[in-house]
């Protein structure tokens, strides 16, 4: 048989993948040649399978129609590979086809394929860092085998219909897809992800003043244009029939999502405005998601904070807690985890409680604390209507100014955390009296060292009611002979307490009421060790034993013991000073998401570990971004873009000062929160005058106001806001390499009735303390608390995309 010669007008060979082979077999079934009732041609020569809706859909529009032949085509061209890779064909064919045409070949339709796809195409190296690489030589066979294998197995990040959510997606969820995707955390069962070990970067965008009723209508944006208008597609317009019109104005509605759907909806062009169109090229559906808070008996009361939340990773249980929770008869905390902890030797100094902390905690100041007349005058005042005053029996150490208590470096020890410091760890014993009142009835003082330094009993001026024996351990016959008055002690103490002694104690304002007592130096193991739920709940001394120093404490119904009290909370203070400022707040069972990342190899690598970058507005390293290898602060949206684009290209410059290889990239877009006026940042001076800049710089500054609440942008400006801010994020994903997993989320709602209601209720607590109901210019009732709760609930709503680029 010879050899049939080709014409030239004869077409290249077109290597077809099963799939389309099938479908080009069953058109020709059809009678007179009749092409399949599922099946249209496009415009690329592609055949296209698909229901009768979603070929409408591909046909709405030029975009739509080029995105979803895209979007099918490498679906099956996926599919086809697959099949034709197990039977060993594809492979070989390839390897032919790659010797004969070379690099550069655009006639062959299967690399024009391949570019029109939303994957990269498979001539570029697998393991260049950019998606733009510039290396134009030819592959070897080895890098083309690599780079089919990406392509038949390219990963993805994907929602799947047959998923049953039981509860909303939160924001800890979000940072477990990234442990999983770079580290040790476990595979997430509410979104699939395909290839894992093909996702070589994650970059996660905070973008706040983004939420949901922009998708949904709630949130006024421009109005939903039709696309063939919005394009400029005369042709698409004269092949809409009526019934087509129809239909496109029924999908023209906002997307059916609200903040109590657990799924996600699918983006679609023609659902959504204008200014968010451009996220339907980089992601497929809207995710609402969730924002933790803080309650009490289902009443929020805060929320915590988006950034904490996803930098803040919790440190893994070790097999000895995890066997306590299972056994069941493990009775109290379990004890603190310190294996991945760094301590960070700390003066006491660093400790003392300031005059807000001292205010908010009950105590009353020293006179010390207050440096203009007026000051001291006035808070004479206020412990004189409190009854707190000289004249009502209480006494101020000898202290006249804070300086008074400076030791010099000079005479402070090398490496001593007292610091030159007396410390005295103080606690007392009280019982209740005919008038309700808690009196002094023992104090014990012990020094640093552990050394009882005072063991007194008291004898009250007045009458005891209950003895309190239970917990105070103080009965009728101990104080029979007793002689001490609380003058003796209140003498004897300011003997003792000198400008350079720090007392220390747990809720010491209980114990320096009882002996009627001020100093401006205190060390509170209350405030040292907060409780989870914040003031004005503490943790109790015993519970903080158990936790931290694995000791039991005040057991038995003997009641307490004031020494051992007292060498309890000395221990505690001696633990935080050798542990850092962070041992024992919510950072103890926490870890930066970075370090956790610092214990991950990256694969096919040289043991090297993974890196972090942190790239926001301001200083981040002062911040969430000091334990990130890479920390870029910026002063624009528009510099965050840029940085982004250094630091995934190699060229960020590290704490070390060499350049390096990051891994996992957290920025923050903040010019949408800005222009909405949700800008929840502590008023410094460098902070605001950051602020101040980029409003000006927006256009927003007003001259009248400086107010926050003022500057807020509606309607078509609000919809500018919108879409200058998807343009950087189109900008980011547009730079990111290829196989990097692309995350956006909005972190939490309109924060600021929640500022308001807060600050309402700080102003009522400060003025409860000093003033009757009826003079209150501040009340917080049920009314407050129930609608502080709905502001926070109404805030925890958030949007977020998820993608591999």
């Not at 093909?198 to 949130?219: A, C, E």
């Not at 020890?413 to 808690?438: P, W």
């Not at 400086?706 to 189109?730: C, M, N, P, R, Y």
Request: charged residues 30%; aromatic residues 6%.
């Amino acid at each position: 048989m010879t050899k049939r010669k080709r014409n030239d007008h004869d077409q290249d060979p077109i290597d077809v993948g099963l799939g389309a082979t099938l479908a080009h077999l069953r058109s020709e079934t059809q009678p007179n040649g009749a092409e399949s009732a599922n099946a249209v041609d496009d415009d690329e020569g592609w055949t296209v399978v698909g229901s009768k809706r979603r070929r409408k859909e591909r046909e709405s529009s030029p975009s739509d129609r080029h995105n979803g032949s895209r979007l099918h085509r490498s679906e099956r061209d996926r599919r086809s590979t697959s099949a034709d890779a197990r039977d060993g064909r594809r492979d070989r064919s390839e390897e032919r086809r790659d010797a004969q045409i070379g690099v550069g070949d655009r006639s062959n339709p299967f690399i024009a394929s391949r570019d029109a796809d939303s994957r990269p195409s498979p001539l570029t190296n697998p393991f260049s860092t950019r998606s733009d690489s510039s290396e134009n030589k030819p592959l070897s066979k080895e890098e083309r085998r690599k780079e089919r294998k990406l392509d038949r197995h390219y990963p993805a990040i994907e929602h799947s219909h047959h998923a049953r959510l039981q509860s909303h997606v939160k924001l800890g969820d979000l940072q477990s897809l990234v442990l999983y995707l770079l580290a040790d955390g476990n595979a997430p069962q509410w979104v699939s992800v395909r290839s894992r070990s093909s996702i070589q970067r994650v970059v996660m965008l905070l973008v706040p003043g983004l939420d949901l009723g922009m998708f949904n209508g709630d949130t006024a944006l421009d109005s939903l244009q039709p696309l063939q208008t919005l394009h400029g597609d005369e042709s698409a317009k004269d092949h809409t029939d009526a019934a087509s019109s129809q239909e496109a104005s029924a999908e023209s509605k906002p997307l059916r999502i609200s903040p109590d759907d657990f799924y996600p909806a699918a983006l679609k062009s023609n659902r959504i405005p204008a200014a968010l169109r451009p996220l339907v090229d980089m992601f497929e559906h809207v995710w609402p998601i969730k924002a933790p808070g803080e309650h009490r008996a289902n009443q929020y009361i805060r929320l915590h904070s988006p950034i904490h939340t996803m930098l803040t990773s919790q440190i893994p249980k070790t097999q000895e807690e995890k066997h306590m929770k299972k056994k069941g008869n493990h009775k109290g905390p379990t004890p603190q985890n310190s294996k991945h902890w760094d301590n960070k030797r700390t003066r006491i100094t660093q400790f003392v409680a300031t005059l807000i902390d001292q205010q908010d905690n009950e105590y009353v100041p020293h006179p010390a604390w207050f440096t203009t007349p007026e000051s001291k005058k006035a808070a004479l005042e206020r412990r004189r209507a409190t009854k707190q005053s000289p004249d009502d029996g209480w006494v101020d150490t000898n202290v006249a100014s804070l300086e008074d208590g400076d030791v010099p470096e000079s005479e402070i020890e090398q490496g001593s955390v007292a610091a030159g410091r007396r410390v005295l760890s103080v606690d007392c014993e009280m019982c209740k009296a005919e008038n309700d009142e808690f009196v002094l009835t023992r104090v014990s003082l012990l020094d640093w060292d552990g050394t009882t330094v005072l063991d007194r009993l008291v004898k009250p001026s007045v009458a005891i009611k209950d003895y309190l024996t239970q917990y105070s351990g103080i009965t009728a016959a101990m104080l029979e002979n007793v002689t001490t008055t609380l003058s003796d002690i209140q003498t004897e103490l300011l003997e003792l307490i000198t400008p350079r002694t720090i007392l220390v104690g747990h809720s010491l304002n209980s114990d320096l009421n009882a002996l009627k007592l001020t100093h401006p130096f205190l060390v509170d193991t209350g405030i040292l060790f907060p409780h989870p739920r914040g003031p004005p709940y503490k943790q109790s001394l015993k519970w903080l034993a158990q936790k931290y120093l694995h000791r039991e404490v005040q057991k038995g119904t003997k009641g307490h013991d004031s020494v051992e009290d007292a060498r309890t909370c000395l221990d505690l203070v001696k633990q935080k000073c050798e542990k850092g400022p962070t041992w024992g707040t919510g950072d103890t069972n926490a870890e930066s998401i970075f370090k956790r990342l610092g214990r991950s190899t990256r694969p096919k690598s040289n043991n090297e570990t993974r890196n972090g970058a942190v790239i926001d507005w301001g200083e981040p390293n002062r911040g969430h971004g000091n334990q990130a290898k890479v920390s870029i602060g910026c002063k624009s949206d528009a510099e965050v873009v840029e940085a982004i684009d250094r630091a995934l290209g190699g060229s960020a410059v590290g704490k070390d000062g060499a350049t390096e290889t990051v891994d996992f990239v957290w920025a923050r877009l903040r010019e949408l929160e800005l222009s909405r006026g949700w800008w929840d940042d502590a008023k410094s001076a460098d902070v605001e005058a950051m602020r101040q800049s980029a409003l000006q710089r927006l256009n927003l500054s007003k001259e009248d106001t400086d107010a926050e609440a003022d500057i807020e942008v509606k309607g078509s400006e609000l919809s500018d806001a919108v879409s200058k801010t998807v343009k950087h994020i189109a900008q980011i994903y547009d730079s990111l390499p290829r196989c990097t997993a692309f995350i956006v989320y909005s972190g939490t709602g309109d924060p600021r009735e929640i500022r308001r209601l807060q600050a309402m209720q700080q102003q009522y607590r400060r003025e409860y303390q000093t003033k009757n109901w009826d003079n209150l210019s501040v009340k917080w009732t049920d009314t407050e608390i129930q609608a502080l709760s709905k502001a926070c609930q109404q805030a925890r709503n958030g949007v977020a995309f998820i993608g591999v680029k």
